[in-house]
């Protein structure tokens, strides 16, 4: 072999003379790197001392060892799976990452170089190869790889916080607020699955330990919700300050708390993440993320027994999307209440206009009733005081399919010794009882007996309120509202509608109750202020009719009279007191009373109208009055007719009608004026139609066109019999809303 050397101008050196002459066995002994050739079978046959000093073992150990061998399981897996398939198909490798196991059992990381020496035929006869080691190296690559996965986790971190904050931006709703959180919050730790649960305190009972309650959960068993919420039993507050942490399923938690581990084991879950949802401060809730293996994970790669640990970002993060849902929250109840406070304020709006509207107690609370299971409540009661107890006013469901169960409750009247029942508690207490929780217990304390207990199962109650009807002072009744499974409970502010509603229908069916009594009493003095039915007379036909006004109390100063007189003769009477209300009635039935203590001796009609001019100081009577008085002869037909500032009568004759020249003198109670008295005949066939001014008069109209309006209409009438003409008068004159009483007086001679 020849050696090219490069000589050093100050004369040869024999030392470095020397190392030059022995470089090619020196190079290959001591190299910075190992040497080594082996058979096809991975068997060494040749190998450089370099090589064996890293791995530990003397030339003799290593000879005759196949490579492989010397390789860790990965290492082996990588040989023969990759490295020798390499080689045979190319013929030489490049930079294959292998750990050799040393002696003493500890990896050293290199870098193979490898060629294959092959036969005439092509046939594998040995591998030489070369091994750097990469310990700095790979420690190097380690780290840049490292590096890169932190940013890209921080990427993601920061790309997940901005996905959550710009979701959240549009997040209207707690529901939506929920939505966003669950399905955002998972993504950092590749969560199993997720739930937020909200604090929820009772501000009427501000001593009771507050409630869990879930608002969107994904991926979690209900099982599991329960198990942790009672986990945290009365500890709750203590847990949320603890921040974010980790519940991990081992002997310990096993221990402690036997059904939450359960509970995680059926789910397969190793882990769960409490991280506290707050607002300034406030602790509103907590997201609970779930960790652990799935179905499909066919490898488990963490060793047994492991636990998944919190980095100090993932904390960070978790602590942020905490307090992002914290805020978001608070914005979306605020939200919520305002829409809700709107609501409820329409509600109570319509309610209001509703009730204003009603004419009676039944319609009143029927009606109520109706808008209540439209807007409030899928069940609603009104059951009212009356001398007979309490009597079920109303009864109302929301879904017309369980319409005929509530309507069972109707005749299931409210008994006072059900004083377990909340609406005899409510009545008991004069305050609201609300029912939360309505289980099979308390349906039994309430049933009166097995049918009405299965109606109530039926009708599937989840939550009962029960407020007392109260106005003017008095006790009324009571509002029940229901709520079923498929509405969810009651919250605080539907408690504060029923209240508020139930103050509206007391007043309302208080003033009802006055106004039906006030009717009751005016039909009662009705009754007995006005004429019995007039006597049958030979040769005449009567009908009378009166009408009060549509507005105020049915009772009014109209009247009329038919009065058999001394001889053959007979009188007539219609007038009418100013006003239509009970002083109006009373003042007529005394009118009407003392116009038949002067019929005693018979006296003419302007003599009565004379009388009563000149008695009406005496009286006391505190209105004034028109009437009209005449007397008839059946046999003959003579008419006598007096008025006090009342309409003239109509005379209808062979189909025309026709006003009679009655003149007025000064209506009754105003300065006395002599009568003057109209005397005429009654032809036989000829109707007369005495009327008050309620009959001609309207608000659209004056007086003057009345009058013209029943000429017009009893011309046409086609008839003089008293009944039809009666009805024909009233059918075109009068409508449904009247503005003043009417009395009606229609005689006919035949």
Known sequence: MTVTRLQDSGGPDRRLEHLLEDDPADLYE???????????????????????????????????????????????????????????????????????????????????????????????????????????????????????????????????????????????????????????????????????????TDPHDPDAAPALQPVRADGLPDQLLRELRHAAGSQLASELARGVRSIVLDDRLRGLQPGLSAAMA??????????????????????????????????????????????????DLLWTIGRQAGQALERARLHEQTARQAERASFLLEAARLLAGAADVEETVDRLAGLVVHRLADVCMVDLESDEGLIRQAVRHRDPARAALAEQLRTR??????????????????????????????????????????????????????????????????????????????????????????????????????????????????????????????????????????????????????????????????????????????????LRSVHRALLADGPAPGAVVDRLQAGWPLLGLRRMATALFASLDPVSGR?????????????????????????????????????????GVLPRGAALVLFTDGLVESRSADIDEGLDRLLAVASAAGTSDPEALCARLLSELTGAQRADDVALLVLTRR
């Open 30 to 200: 001591n190299a910075p790197m190992g040497y080594f050739s082996t058979l096809p079978d991975g068997r060494i046959v040749k190998v450089n001392r370099t090589f064996c000093e890293w791995i530990g073992r003397p030339a003799d150990q290593v000879l005759g060892s196949r490579f492989q061998d010397l390789l860790s399981m990965g290492g082996r897996v990588y040989y023969e799976t990759h490295l020798i398939p390499l080689l045979r198909m190319q013929g030489a490798v490049r930079e294959i990452a292998l750990d050799l196991v040393r002696a003493d059992g500890t990896d050293l990381a290199c870098l193979a170089n490898a060629v294959e020496i092959r036969d005439d035929d092509g046939a594998p006869l040995l591998m030489r190869a070369t091994v750097f080691e990469a310990t700095a190296r790979r420690r190097y690559e380690r780290g840049m790889l490292a590096a890169q996965r932190r940013a890209e986790e921080s990427e993601r971190r920061s790309r997940t916080l901005q996905m959550v904050v710009s979701d959240l931006a549009a997040a209207l709703s707690v529901e939506d607020v929920a939505s966003v959180i669950v399905e955002r919050s998972r993504e950092p730790l590749h969560a199993r699955g997720a739930a937020l649960v909200l604090v929820e």
């Open 266 to 315: 059926d789910g397969s879950l190793t882990e769960l993440v409490v991280v506290p949802v707050t607002a300034d401060g406030r602790r509103l809730g907590v997201l609970v993320l779930a960790l652990g293996r799935g179905p499909d994970d066919l490898i488990d790669l963490d060793r047994p027994g492991g636990t998944a640990s919190l980095t100090t970002a993932d904390v």
């Open 413 to 590: 009247h409210l008994s006072r010794r059900t004083i377990s029942h909340p609406g005899v508690r409510a009545l008991q207490s004069g305050g609201t009882q609300w029912v939360r929780t309505v289980d099979d217990a308390v349906l039994r304390a309430v049933a009166m007996d097995e049918e009405h207990l299965a109606v109530m199962r039926a009708l599937d109650l989840t939550a009962v309120v029960a407020v007392p009807l109260t106005g003017e002072g008095r006790q009324l009744g009571v509002l029940t509202i229901a709520a079923d499974a498929r509405r969810g409970p009651f919250t605080v502010a539907d408690v504060e509608v029923a209240e508020q509603l139930a103050l509206q229908l007391g007043l309302v069916v208080a003033r009802a109750q006055r106004f039906d009594l006030a009717v009751s009493t005016s039909h009662a003095l009705q009754d007995n202020l006005l004429p019995p039915a007039p006597p049958s007379l030979e040769g005449l036909a009567i009908a009378v009719r009166y009408l009060p006004a549509t507005h105020g109390i049915d009772v009014g100063g109209d009247f009329y009279d038919v009065v058999r007189l001394p001889g053959e003769e007979i009188g007539l009477a219609v007038g009418d007191v100013v006003g239509h209300d009970i002083t109006a009635a009373a003042t007529m039935g005394q």
């Open 639 to 679: 008419l006598r007719i007096a008025s006090a500032g009342h309409p003239p009568p109509l005379l209808l004759e062979a189909g025309r009608a026709r006003y009679l020249p009655v003149r007025p003198s000064r209506m009754l109670g105003a300065p006395p004026s002599p009568a003057v008295e109209w005397t």
